[in-house]
Nanobody, 119 residues
């Protein structure tokens, strides 16, 4: 059974940082592109970033480019999203997904972790 479990969300002040993690199990993690998406209150899901299976290629949405960094540790079956210079508009539930290179189409999704940016 494929499982994706996000963690690391929370409340942070504007300008602050958070690192999200996504623990993967039930599939060969190192063989899949992985991605992050988010959903703000009252809005649809927004694709944010993806990393290829080996971790050598990354891509970002314009809204987070230069502030967020995606990475992965295939030895630990874990995907990360380092988020810096956070803004109130980054408030959302963040999901990791199996697949999703610059698309919201993915094979599996995690349950999400809440990120709230507020003073």
């Amino acid at each position: 059974e494929v499982q994706l479990v996000e963690s690391g969300g929370g409340l942070v002040q504007p300008g602050g940082s958070l690192r999200l993690s996504c623990a993967a199990s039930g599939f060969t993690f190192s063989m899949y592109t992985m991605s992050w998406v988010r959903q703000a209150p009252g809005k649809g899901r927004e694709w944010l970033s993806a990393v290829n299976s080996g971790g050598s290629l990354t891509t970002y949405a314009d809204s987070v480019k230069g502030r967020f960094t995606i990475s992965r540790d295939n030895a630990k079956n874990t995907l990360y999203l380092q988020m810096n210079s956070l803004k109130p508009e980054d408030t959302a539930v963040y999901y990791c997904a199996q697949g999703g290179w610059r698309t919201l189409q993915a094979n599996y999704w995690g349950q999400g972790t809440q990120v709230t940016v507020s003073s």
